[in-house]
């Protein structure tokens, strides 16, 4: 070989690097295109910058080196980028290796100072290429030991956490899921993840929970999988604010305070009457003359729940039979008898005329509820049918019963009541003649 045709050589040699450089760097930008920030021309090489993210499958939990020893329960599936920067000289990749110029992770999580070391040992000399083994190695965090990351300083920890959940929905938003309301698969950014993890498109779950809250019925306000609804379980105030406008989740809010006062069997209403307001029942054992305490939320009037007069206190009597014994015997007295005067100017005559009216309008309230509803066996409520058969469910407790005699109703088997020969109420499932009701 003459001296002449050495830098001929060079020369070809330099030119098959340069094209190899460029052939790699077009295969990583269409394999990690997030990855490959800028690859500019220089005097000594081409200067290359990588952002490579850490991926970790399966994913890891976090543990702090230094006392106290608290470990990072949730297990994260990303880290912050490497931020990689180096030279490709123009002898690469046949004759050189590329040179690190900076290698740095973002908020500083990898405190160790061995993975310079480890990505140069991965170039040979018969190396086609190694940055694409580089993004692979860092990206599969391949680096990193078996079992928790281990960190120093524990203010990472929150770090940590935003990153993996940005990252966790960047991927979401990319990411096609079917939603079995439609039927069609939308992109993660048209969708939502509820708690329970079913992900439904946007504009559907909209739908149907905006129909649910108009209709009121919010028992069916919650994720539409079979298997959350036969669980029975609703959606939460923080998955309503991302699905619902604000009037809508207003709405819903002020159904669930209703239903809740509707479900406790100890709730009043306010006895003021421009107020109204439904009392819940309190905390205080109902037995003690403090249970009988309401004090209404709105107008702050206190009272006695089993009366509703003001509140006498835990010790004295309500004077409801009082009251009711004199009504009692004021209706039952002829009209200008003197008993009924003397009544009239002890308890004033306006008065009295307001509590027989009250009276007599309870007792036909009373006679009516008798005749045409039935009570529930379960909770007592009183239940009246329009339409339909003598299967009944009642709304409050969800107790299964017969309209017909009143019997408990196994929930499984609720039509063998009426199947059975021998019943009173056998082949009566839509029979109204024995209810005498009008």
């Not at 920067?85 to 040179?99: D, G």
């Amino acid at each position: 070989m003459s001296l002449k045709s050495i830098p001929h050589e060079e020369c070809i040699a330099d030119e098959e690097c340069a094209m190899m450089q460029e052939e790699e760097w077009e295969v990583l930008k269409s394999i990690y295109p997030d990855v490959c920030i800028s690859n500019d021309v220089g005097p000594f090489g081409r200067t290359v910058k990588l952002e490579i993210p850490v991926e970790l499958s399966p994913a890891r939990s976090v543990s702090i080196e230094s006392p106290p020893n608290h470990s990072h329960t949730n297990p994260l599936t990303a880290l912050p980028p490497f931020l990689l920067a180096l030279i490709l000289p123009p002898e690469y990749p046949l004759r050189a290796p590329p040179r690190i110029t900076s290698l740095t992770c973002r908020h500083g999580w990898y405190a160790k100072s061995d993975l310079h070391t480890q990505l140069a040992e991965m170039w040979t000399h018969d190396s086609q290429g190694v940055l694409y083994a580089w993004v692979a190695y860092i990206s599969g965090a391949e680096f990193l030991e078996p079992g928790n990351i281990t960190i120093i300083n524990p203010s990472l920890l929150p770090l940590l956490e935003s990153y993996n959940t940005h990252a966790e929905d960047a991927v979401f938003g990319e990411t096609s899921f079917p939603c079995a309301i439609c039927l069609s698969a939308h992109k993660g950014r048209h969708c939502v993840r509820l708690g329970c993890t079913h992900i439904f498109c946007r504009s559907c779950l909209s739908d149907f929970w905006g129909s649910c809250i108009r209709e009121g019925d919010i028992g069916r306000v919650g994720c539409p999988d079979p298997v959350c609804v036969k669980a029975g379980h609703e959606a939460g105030e923080e998955d309503m604010t991302r699905v619902v406008d604000e009037e809508e989740v207003k709405r819903w809010k002020w159904l669930r305070a209703k239903r809740a006062l509707e479900r406790d069997p100890g709730m009043v209403h306010c006895p003021v009457t421009l107020c109204q307001t439904p009392v819940p029942s309190p905390e205080e054992d109902e037995e003690s003359g403090w249970g009988r305490l309401r004090t209404c939320p709105r107008c702050e009037f206190a009272f006695c729940a089993f009366c509703r007069r003001t509140w006498h206190g835990p010790i004295s009597e309500c004077p409801l039979q009082v009251t009711e014994s004199f009504v009692i015997e004021y209706v039952g007295l002829a009209e200008g008898d003197v008993r009924r005067v003397e009544i009239e100017r002890r308890w004033g005559r306006r008065n009295v005329e307001r509590l027989v009216l009250k009276y007599e309008e309870d007792r036909l309230t009373r006679e009516w509820i008798s005749r045409c509803s039935m009570g529930c066996p379960g909770c007592g409520v009183q239940v009246e049918k329009s339409v339909g058969c003598n299967h009944m469910t009642c709304i409050k407790c969800k107790q299964h019963f017969c309209y017909l005699c009143g019997d408990k109703l196994p929930p499984l088997e609720p039509y063998k009541h009426f199947n059975t020969i021998g019943k009173n109420c056998f082949e009566k499932l839509f029979d109204d003649s024995d209810l005498g009701l009008v």
